[in-house]
């Protein structure tokens, strides 16, 4: 059983940091691409960040670029999301998300459970 866990989250003031993490555990066979979306009450959810297992390309948002930075640990099958400068708008259930295949089935989507970000104005 392949699944993603994130840690990290809570409550910041507006301009503040916070730093999201998530690992992949389970039978993992390979990762193509870790990422991050979100969703806010009411919206539908959104690509914040992906970056590629081979070379490391990255993709942003445009509302986060220059704010956010994804990282991943490829030995570690982490992926990581510092983000700063943050906004109210930024609030929202971040969840963890990679393509990735196990031993049992094949290529993909993965989701972790999701992890709350509210910044306070």
């Known amino acids: 059983q392949v699944q993603l866990v994130e840690s990290g989250g809570g409550l910041v003031q507006a301009g503040g940091s916070l730093r999201l993490s998530c690992a992949a555990s389970?039978?993992?066979?390979?990762?193509?691409?870790m990422g991050w979306y979100r969703q806010a009450p009411g919206k539908q959810r959104e690509l914040v960040a992906t970056?590629?297992?081979?070379?490391?390309?990255?993709n942003y948002a445009d509302s986060v670029k220059g704010r956010f930075t994804i990282s991943r640990d490829n030995a570690q099958n982490t992926v990581d999301l510092q983000m700063s400068g943050l906004k109210p708008e930024d609030t929202a259930v971040y969840y963890c998300?990679?393509?990735?295949?196990?031993?049992?089935?094949?290529?993909?989507?993965?989701w972790g459970q999701g992890t709350q970000v509210t910044v306070s104005s």
């Open positions: 998300n990679a393509y990735m295949k196990s031993f049992s089935q094949q290529w993909r989507e993965y």
């Open positions: 389970g039978s993992i066979f390979g990762i193509s691409w």
């Open positions: 970056i590629y297992t081979n070379g490391g390309s990255t």
